[in-house]
Structures are given as structure tokens and as C-alpha cells.
């Protein structure tokens, strides 16, 4: 019976391997298509990138100079292009983390607490060893481990190369259903 078993295994793991290596070569024929597309068209899309530069650049120019044009409404829509002004957010930087909160405990401890986070979060593998009663007493559920079926590439590039394909075909049905 366990001879069946392992043969049959055999054979259908033979056939996922080739199967495997057949898309593998079949996408690195396709990277290899869409690197000489790309290298074909990729210098007219760095012109026009650069070219749109300039022309956005042209537009603050002429923004900036006639800032009284645009106090109401701020912004305008010309040619499905939004221009104008608008707020932009505060913001601050630092340079290292911990330095910072050094120096907020050091020169501002009174107001501290309202200037540094301080995340509380469980440790996962602390409460795995928990008894049952303590677990319980907590309202924790705990899913033992258990045996499942594994089905996996030993060579860690298809795996990755298989995953990413179908990755992008779950995507491409998703929008062939819209």
C-alpha cells in the first residue's frame, strides 16, 4: 500500500516539477520580450518625462507671479489639469529617533508623555505559554498546531516566480470581472 502511495507521489510531484520549470522558462522568454520593448520605448518616455517637467515648472512661474488670480476659487481646472494653490500640511523631521526622545526626556519631562508614543502590545510567543486556565482567565484562544498538507517547491526562486504569476492573474481576473 505505501508503495502505491510513494509511486503515485512520485509521479505527480515529476509532473508539478515539470510543469513548473515549463512556466519558469515560459516567463523568462516573456522578461526577456518585454526588457526589448522596453528598452525601445523607454527612451521616448524619459523625453516626455522631461518635457513635463519643464512644463510644470513653467506653470508654478507663472503661478507664483499671479497669486492674486487664484484667492476664490483657489484652484482651477484647465484642460483636466487641477492648478492653483492649496495648504499643505505641517510637518516634522528628525534626524535620529532616539536622540530626539533623549532630548524631549532631558529638556521637556513635563510635557514628555504628550510628546513621546509608547506602544503596549502583546507578545505572541509569551502568551503560546500559557496554561489553558490562564488563558481562559483572559479571554485568549489558543489554536494548537497541527499537522497539514504541504505541497511546496524546493527551489525557492519558482516558488517565488509561481507565487508572483499568480499573484498577478487572481489580479487580471479581478479585473476582467469589473
Avoid at 93 to 114: H, P, R
Avoid at 155 to 164: G, M, V
Amino acid at each position: 500500500m505505501a508503495i502505491e502511495c510513494y509511486k503515485v507521489l512520485n509521479d505527480l510531484t515529476k509532473e508539478v516539477d515539470i510543469t513548473q520549470r515549463k512556466i519558469t522558462h515560459q516567463v523568462m522568454e516573456l522578461q526577456k520580450e518585454l526588457l526589448k520593448v522596453r528598452n525601445r520605448k523607454v527612451r521616448f518616455i524619459f523625453d516626455n518625462l522631461e518635457r513635463l517637467l519643464e512644463l510644470k515648472k513653467s506653470i508654478s512661474i507663472v503661478l507664483e507671479r499671479n497669486q492674486d488670480s487664484f484667492k476664490k476659487p483657489k484652484t482651477k481646472v484647465m484642460n483636466n489639469i487641477k492648478i492653483g494653490f492649496s495648504k499643505t500640511k505641517a510637518d516634522a523631521t528628525w534626524e535620529d529617533t532616539e536622540d530626539l526622545i533623549k532630548a524631549i526626556e532631558e529638556n521637556l519631562s513635563y510635557i514628555g508623555i504628550q510628546l513621546i508614543k509608547t506602544t503596549k502590545k502583546p507578545l505572541k510567543n509569551a502568551l503560546l505559554q500559557l496554561t489553558p486556565k490562564e488563558a481562559d482567565l483572559i479571554g485568549l484562544d489558543i489554536i494548537p498546531s497541527e499537522n497539514a498538507v504541504l505541497i511546496k517547491t524546493v527551489d525557492k526562486e519558482i516558488e517565488k516566480l509561481i507565487k508572483e504569476i499568480n499573484e498577478e492573474y487572481i489580479e487580471l481576473l479581478k479585473n476582467k470581472k469589473r
